[in-house]
């Protein structure tokens, strides 16, 4: 049959573009400036067996992380080598590189500049912040998965038994004794909340506070919130 529309991540988009049949109507850096996107997921039980591993994991997520944004993104068109081959992505190098390397086509010979279209590091994009996990269950909510009014009480609680910023750090601050990196390459450990500053650049230019995920629903003219539940 035909396709008329869909939603992939790159670099599926420019794949479409580099063989002339679709068009991207938007990116998801458009809909949320710099919104968290993949995540790196193990079970607790692995944790509590094999902290050394998860450490090591976790440190090793950090180093790639940092090397794909260090000097204004100079090592990307590297990266784009190794996942074009077969045995990783396996896409072209080009239309891996359209996106990789600071650049996005929405047309053939539409390419404009979005330096932060992907972001590895910088912002640091690598912690686990509470907030954008409560994000992702407001998401939820509003669209039936979470069939039942919830308390914000129970959004935090949700994203803090999923969300360990305390594993990341343990791997953090083993990567700054070493002299891998700076105290300052990352949020301050002593002070940091696990919830960002209410967030404003959205599309719909509604504000996202993660402290208050049911007030941040009810904003929402469309989905469920409050008492409303799935039928």
């Known amino acids: 049959?035909?396709?008329?529309?869909?939603?992939?991540?790159?670099?599926?988009?420019?794949?479409?573009?580099?063989?002339?049949?679709?068009?991207?109507?938007?990116?998801?850096?458009?809909?949320?400036?710099?919104?968290?996107?993949?995540?790196?997921?193990?079970?607790?039980?692995?944790?509590?067996?094999?902290?050394?591993?998860?450490?090591?994991?976790?440190?090793?997520?950090?180093?790639?992380?940092?090397?794909?944004?260090?000097?204004?993104?100079?090592?990307?068109?590297?990266?784009?080598?190794?996942?074009?081959?077969?045995?990783?992505?396996?896409a072209d190098y080009d239309v891996i590189a359209n996106s990789m390397t600071g650049t996005f086509e929405y047309e053939k010979g539409d390419k404009r500049s979005v330096p932060d279209f992907n972001v590895f590091f910088r912002y640091h994009a690598t912690y686990p912040y509470y907030s954008d996990a409560i994000w992702y269950l407001t998401q939820m909510r509003r669209w039936g998965q979470i069939a039942e009014q919830k308390s914000d009480q129970w959004y935090i609680d949700t994203a803090k038994s999923v969300y360990r910023p305390d594993l990341y750090t343990i791997a953090a601050k083993a990567l700054i004794e070493d002299g891998t990196f700076k105290a300052s390459d990352f949020p301050d450990f002593a002070t940091e909340t696990g919830f960002k500053p209410p967030q404003t650049e959205f599309i719909d230019d509604i504000t996202y506070d993660g402290s208050k995920p049911n007030a941040y629903l009810e904003q929402f003219p469309i989905g469920l919130k409050g008492t409303t539940t799935v039928k």
């Open 1 to 90: 049959g035909t396709i008329y529309g869909y939603c992939v991540g790159e670099p599926w988009n420019q794949q479409a573009v580099f063989k002339g049949i679709g068009v991207p109507v938007i990116t998801d850096y458009e809909i949320w400036k710099d919104n968290p996107e993949k995540v790196f997921g193990i079970t607790k039980a692995f944790a509590e067996k094999y902290p050394n591993t998860t450490a090591r994991l976790v440190k090793a997520l950090i180093r790639a992380a940092y090397w794909l944004d260090e000097n204004n993104n100079a090592n990307r068109a590297e990266a784009v080598k190794y996942l074009s081959q077969s045995n990783y992505v396996g």
